[in-house]
């Protein structure tokens, strides 16, 4: 098994290099460390080794997982990056610092609703389903700028886009057309890139890339 503390620099150094080639200022991307379905030991070793970004794709795991490490650790800064159910939204907003998977009008109704009752809510990023995959979460490219606006309405933090490309597509189209539906929105968040073509997003302007098994080893179930 690769040492996860060997991976975490050597991706911190493979993203200093992206930002460096795409004459990006140092530090302009964050490394969200992916560590869903991961052993808590090799989550402490990457946080032993100082880092502090996190992501989950459900909102029960992370709720098992990071109220403990949060009273061990200060600063953590999670990320819930899978999709997000109604019902558990209250759980996620007190949970979660950005929620990546804001995909359609009931759910940021609700978010909007629980923000006003608490006066907090995480950053916000809106989930674009780019490849137009029937069984992927996401608002359709050509219904995001209206879903923009609709959160902006709400004065709900869009703090930008994500997306998941479809596993047998060229992702760097998906990147450029994130990108571009980001920028004409007047954003500049953009949440992509996974552990197979992070340098790539990088290069098209991700702001957080979200890399699980490249840091952490195969993921062993889910
Ligand atoms: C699991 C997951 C990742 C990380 O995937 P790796 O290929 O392990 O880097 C990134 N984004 C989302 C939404 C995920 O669910």
Redesign the pocket.
């Known amino acids: 098994m690769r040492s996860s503390l060997l991976s975490l620099s050597e991706i911190n150094t493979r993203i200093a290099a992206a930002e460096r080639n795409a004459g990006r200022p140092a530090g302009s991307v964050q490394l969200i460390a992916?560590s869903?379905v991961q052993p808590d030991e090799r989550v402490e070793a990457v946080l032993q080794q100082g880092h502090r970004i996190f992501?989950e794709?459900r909102v029960q795991e992370a709720a098992g997982k990071w109220p403990g490490f949060r009273a061990r650790y200060d600063e953590i800064d999670l990320h819930l990056?899978?999709p997000l159910q109604t019902n558990k939204a209250r759980q996620a907003m007190a949970l979660c610092d950005a929620i990546?998977?804001v995909d359609r009008p009931k759910l940021a109704t609700t978010i909007a609703r629980l923000a006003q009752e608490t006066g907090t809510c995480p950053a916000l990023f809106i989930q674009v389903n780019t490849g137009e995959e029937t069984q992927k979460a996401g608002v359709l490219p050509t219904d995001a700028d209206g879903f923009v606006a609709e959160c902006r309405a709400m004065d709900l933090p869009v703090r930008g886009l994500?997306c998941?490309p479809p596993a047998d597509e060229e992702p760097a189209l998906h990147f450029a057309l994130l990108a571009q539906i980001a920028s004409r929105n007047g954003l500049d968040g953009l949440s992509m890139g996974?552990?197979?073509d992070f340098e790539t997003a990088i290069a098209l302007g991700a702001t957080h890339v979200?890399?699980?098994?490249?840091?952490f080893g195969a993921?062993e179930a889910g």
């Open positions: 992916v869903k992501g794709n990056i899978g990546h998977s994500m998941i996974m552990s197979g979200r890399v699980g098994s490249a840091i993921r």
